[in-house]
């Protein structure tokens, strides 16, 4: 399911969050963890809107968010998160790609 928000929405703890697990589906601390937001232009054209590997904030055990990242306020369309996570120091990191989209939109009087 693709989330959406209005222009210049500041996301919180609850939004576009990942939970990290481990092999035995219990929340785990990952040894590096890091994200990056692109503006999804047709079907695989991507442009980076934010730096390369940024930090999130961690929420509780294994559940992380992109604290302070603020939806753009100028364009409308999709967009995606990739997390890149790496659960211990001897293992590669995997990434997991979240889609948002960002549309003007009014709550019902």
Request: a negative charge.
């Amino acid at each position: 399911m693709n989330t959406v928000f209005n222009p210049s929405y500041k996301i919180t703890e609850n939004d576009l969050n990942v939970l990290v697990v481990d092999n035995d589906d219990m929340p785990v601390d990952p040894y590096k963890i890091t994200y990056s937001i692109y503006k999804v232009s047709g079907r695989s054209s991507q442009e980076l809107i934010t730096n390369l590997d940024l930090i999130p904030v961690k929420k509780e055990l294994g559940i992380y968010y992109p604290g302070g990242y603020q939806v753009p306020g100028n364009s409308l369309g999709r967009y995606a998160i990739k997390w890149n996570i790496q659960l211990t120091v001897d293992c590669p990191s995997k990434v997991l790609v979240q889609e948002f989209t960002v549309i003007r939109y009014e709550l019902g009087e």
